[in-house]
């Protein structure tokens, strides 16, 4: 039994994955993923079903020594990925003899798990607005809560075995996702109940006032006066269930939003009605003073007088609004992003 770990770490080296990564698909801690390869702990029942049906792994190798590694080499064509960062441009050559192509995806293709992970994050939110929670994104793409909550605040980033399972389920667009080409926008499955599809070609088009990062202040001192945040417009898609005729698209400044929101990227934003700002969370932008920012509200106690606006990053800080100091003028939600710059 004690060489099952020297197994383990061969296919870890072989899948191309750090022991961090592999302890996230295995939804456990990273030191019990270490312990386990160490030898101080051994590999369960239940990490070995996983590993053997998420790569196809053969499961007598894995526990006996006996066979090939995989069930057959296509199965291992389907879960490698080249894995490069920001700054390697060179794809993680696994085998000259593997296949060009694996489940549509180009093998020799560059994996920037950074961008990637950007655009999962604004996948995550649009699947949240249409009814999809987080921590059904997180089940069905056979990843913990825990994770997802991670990728959100920019601790780790989307793993290649994790996308691919995101672009079946979801049908995102693989092109859009992987390599940032084409449109964001897509058709969720059949097996999601709770959503309806998005028709994107059918879609109307309209014209919505956008407020750049030059008319912040004029937006915030004379807000009553509608021709002061009206003189640009962006022509969009009309998406279901957006209130457009009280929509404005705001573009965020500065990276006190990272990794959800990005500078320069542009979002649209449904205007609140006051009597439910006590009842707002998420992402919101709030118009208050002379200042318009664009923050997270986590836990409202609007109703006993103090809003805490929050950044997404951490290194952002925080807005504590009270009644007695600083008059709330409005507040918009944040539906969705329809521009994120390439970095």
């Given at each position: 039994m004690d060489e099952i770990r020297y197994r383990l770490k061969l296919l870890r080296e072989n899948l191309s994955l750090t022991q961090k990564e592999l302890s996230q698909i295995l939804m456990i801690k990273q030191a019990s993923y270490s312990?386990?390869?160490?030898?101080?702990?051994?590999?369960?029942?239940?990490?070995?079903s996983l590993l053997c049906n998420t790569f196809h792994v053969n499961p007598t190798w894995l526990r006996e020594g006996i066979g090939e590694m995989f069930l057959n080499q296509s199965t291992k064509n389907s879960f490698i990925l080249s894995l490069t960062d920001n700054t390697d441009s060179t794809p993680y050559d696994t085998n000259k003899t593997l296949p060009e192509h694996h489940q549509g995806i180009t093998l020799q293709s560059k994996y920037n798990k950074s961008e990637v992970?950007?655009?999962f994050l604004i996948?995550?939110?649009q699947l949240k607005i249409q009814g999809t929670s987080y921590s059904e994104v997180a089940n069905k793409i056979g990843a913990s809560t825990s994770l997802v909550s991670e990728i959100r605040r920019g601790k780790t980033?989307?793993?290649?075995?994790?996308?691919?399972?995101?672009?079946?389920i979801f049908n995102i667009n693989k092109e859009w996702l992987l390599e940032g080409k084409g449109d964001n926008t897509f058709t969720l499955s059949g097996n999601v109940s709770?959503?309806?599809?998005?028709?994107?070609?059918?879609?109307?088009w309209i014209e919505v006032p956008f407020v750049p990062l030059h008319a912040r202040a004029s937006f915030a001192e004379t807000y009553f006066d509608s021709n002061v945040n009206e003189v640009e417009t962006i022509k969009i898609r009309k998406r279901p269930g957006i209130k457009y005729e009280k929509a404005k698209i705001f573009e965020v400044d500065g990276d006190s939003m990272e990794p959800t929101l990005v500078s320069g990227e542009?979002?649209?934003c449904e205007i609140i009605d006051p009597a439910n700002w006590k009842f707002t969370t998420g992402v919101v932008v709030v118009a208050f003073g002379n200042m318009v920012v664009i923050k997270r509200i986590k836990d409202n106690e609007l109703a006993n007088g103090k809003l805490v606006l929050w950044s997404d990053n951490e290194l952002g800080g925080k807005i504590t609004l009270s009644n007695e100091t600083e008059e709330i003028r409005r507040m918009y939600k944040v539906k969705y992003s329809i521009y994120k710059p390439i970095r």
């Open positions: 312990a386990i390869e160490t030898g101080r702990r051994e590999l369960t029942d239940r990490n070995i992970t950007q655009r996948a995550l939110e980033f989307l793993l290649p075995h994790f996308a691919q399972k995101f672009i079946e709770n959503v309806h599809p998005v028709e994107v070609e059918n879609s109307d542009q979002v649209l």
